[in-house]
């Protein structure tokens, strides 16, 4: 008599089982069909680390901040390319020209 009772219940735990593989396989199908994202991004907003001399040669940009020295101020220029040279002093220093007149 258990015989009769446990075959009926595998059977339906193999469906079950069956159709839920099914599933899966369905969403992966699914999945498959969207279009691939790129493994890098198509823009970097990063600033990338340039290879720059450790001197200091300051520069004032037009963003209002201070660069080390002119090839700091280039790689960020690679950023913003709008980016220009306010002064060859600090940002928070008065320039010499402005005193002067």
Not at 25 to 44: H, V, Y
């Amino acid at each position: 008599m258990k015989l009769v009772t446990i075959v009926p219940v595998v059977m339906v735990l193999l469906c079950l089982m069956a159709a839920a593989s099914d599933e899966n396989k369905a969403a992966t199908r699914r999945w498959s069909l969207l279009p691939k994202r790129p493994s890098t991004p198509r823009w970097d907003l990063s600033a990338k680390p340039c290879a720059c001399p450790r001197t200091y040669k300051p520069l004032c940009a037009s963003n209002g901040q201070t660069y080390n020295n002119h090839c700091a101020f280039k790689c960020a220029k690679q950023l913003n390319a709008t980016l220009s040279v306010k002064a060859q002093a600090r940002c928070d220093e008065p320039d010499v020209r402005d005193i002067l007149v």
